[in-house]
């Protein structure tokens, strides 16, 4: 008689076990997925960070190719194109970004960023007057400036590199830029010191060293300026001023700087040997 129990109560057993263990695979799955997510993510950042960019955009591509709906994937690949140095395929695919339904202002700053880096400022400045006064982020007054820059408008050009400064941790770069606008106008003073304030945020910036160097000697300050620098930056930091002074007719002092380059250098400095041959030979440089 109590056959039919215990048969019973084995088969809610069954379906007990079988419901749990339903759950279980379930919870499983889902571990995984939230894995695979991270997983996917890390990825993507190192990707996009410290991978080759050439393997990065082959990522991208085909992580793009198979889930054509991901904007983050579309992102992805328009920012390795630009790492890779194909401004131009870059600027194609954030044409596509900027069409997605989940699209943002700053999708579009960087449309307008591949299209600078592709010479194709009109088209970029088009794109920046598309987006709302209220966008304010650090790459859209960066790249505003540089327009303002080609335009020759001055004025605007230094509120928006003002402006940019204060929109980051990590200034160098934008101080640079903004020293060379002030270079290229003849305005040497102020261009020295920003490239000198580049330094104090970023002090192996060697592009700013080497227009520091030239802003001073712009002044006929024909003394290296006190930024670290190891002994290869020096000699081809003395090799700068010393072209800048013989361009302003400082031949003599040209003379000594390329001498003291030469002497300097680590190893052979072909460059400055040649100019101080050339100049010993009465050849214009």
């Known amino acids: 008689m109590r056959h039919p129990v215990l048969v019973a109560l084995c088969l809610g057993s069954t379906v007990f076990l079988s419901a749990c263990q339903q759950n279980s695979d379930e919870q499983v799955q889902r571990a995984l997925k939230d894995i695979n997510v991270i997983d996917e993510s890390n990825l993507n950042e190192v990707m996009l960070t410290v991978a080759d960019p050439n393997e990065a955009v082959a990522y991208f591509a085909k992580a793009s190719q198979q889930n054509p709906d991901r904007i983050d994937l579309m992102r992805g690949l328009g920012k390795s194109l630009s790492r890779a140095q194909k401004p131009t395929e870059a600027a194609q695919i954030w044409r596509r970004?900027?069409?997605?339904?989940?699209?943002?202002?700053?999708?579009?700053?960087?449309?307008?960023?591949?299209?600078?880096?592709?010479?194709?400022?009109?088209?970029?400045?088009?794109?920046?007057?598309?987006?709302?006064?209220?966008?304010?982020?650090?790459?859209?007054?960066r790249l505003e400036a540089m327009i303002a820059d080609s335009d020759k408008n001055w004025k605007k050009a230094d509120s928006f590199y003002e402006i940019a400064v204060g929109l980051t941790t990590k200034p160098a770069g934008v101080l640079n830029n903004w020293g060379f606008s002030k270079l290229t106008r003849g305005e040497h003073a102020g261009a020295e010191k920003l490239f000198a304030e580049a330094l104090t945020y970023d002090p192996g910036l060697f592009t700013a060293k080497n227009n520091l160097v030239l802003a001073r000697a712009a002044q006929r300050k024909y003394d290296l300026p006190v930024v670290r620098m190891t002994q290869t930056e020096r000699a081809e930091l003395l090799y700068s001023m010393a072209l800048a002074a013989i361009k302003q007719g400082d031949v003599t002092v040209g003379k000594g700087l390329l001498q003291q380059a030469i002497d300097t250098h680590p190893q052979f400095f072909e460059a400055a040997t040649r100019s101080l041959e050339a100049i010993d030979a009465n050849v214009t440089l």
């Open 97 to 141: 970004v900027i069409e997605h339904p989940e699209a943002t202002s700053e999708d579009r700053v960087m449309l307008a960023d591949t299209l600078i880096r592709s010479n194709q400022w009109a088209e970029a400045k088009a794109e920046l007057n598309q987006i709302p006064p209220t966008h304010e982020s650090f790459d859209r007054y």
